[in-house]
């Protein structure tokens, strides 16, 4: 225990210290625009279904505040997000809904060139959701007819910059459930492409 609370505060210690040395330089404010596809399931506690994959697709707009190696970046993204469940008698249904997705990280950027970064990030997002359709049981229908509008989650990933071009591949996790009778809550990856306009 000591050891992991040492490990802790020597690693809170250099972020301290690093962050301290990146706010002595002058910030760098960016916009842009990003577009992508989402890969997305539910999780559910219950032992009759099993959460499967599904595609889906996302644009909006970003901004980026670089402080030397380290930034912040927020976003507002549209996302359309779909899903599908097996039942154990061999059953399927889909689950569609639309999400208004404000995703807020801090990054490091492992490599920093003039022209090209690697970087690593993490973070929160609340999600908002709406439109949600759900094609299944009569059963399944009523469980999700308390859709939790509103969503917290975290994420992380990794992107690579070239001039004014951006990808990133970061993954999603729900802190809250989209629907609290099955336990419900959303994981997705995504692949996202941008453009800093200035």
Excluded at 23 to 48: L, R, V, Y
Excluded at 78 to 100: C, H, M, V
Excluded at 107 to 125: E, H, L, P, S, T
Excluded at 170 to 193: A, C, Q
């Amino acid at each position: 225990m000591k050891q992991q609370f040492l490990a802790l505060s020597t690693l809170l210690l250099c972020i301290i210290c690093s962050t301290d040395v990146q706010a002595q330089q002058t910030p760098a404010f960016h916009i842009g625009i990003k577009g992508g596809a989402n890969f997305t399931k539910t999780s559910t506690e219950s032992s009759s279904l099993e959460g499967k994959y599904g595609f889906g697709y996302q644009g909006g707009i970003m901004t980026r505040m670089d402080i030397g190696s380290l930034y912040v970046q927020g976003e507002a993204l549209f996302n359309k997000r779909k899903t599908s469940y097996e039942a154990k008698d061999g059953t399927s249904s889909k689950l569609t809904w639309n999400a208004i997705d404000i995703p807020v990280v801090m990054g490091y950027k492992v490599i920093k060139k003039d022209d090209f970064n690697v970087r690593v990030f993490a973070g929160g997002v609340y999600s908002y959701a709406f439109k949600n359709n759900l094609s299944t049981s009569q059963a399944l229908r009523e469980g999700f007819k308390k859709f939790d509008k509103s969503n917290i989650g975290l994420t992380g990933g990794i992107g690579v910059d070239y001039k004014n071009f951006t990808v990133d591949v970061r993954y999603e996790t729900g802190l809250s459930n989209i629907s609290k009778d099955f336990k419900s809550k959303p994981h997705s990856f995504s692949l996202g492409i941008g453009y800093f306009l200035f």
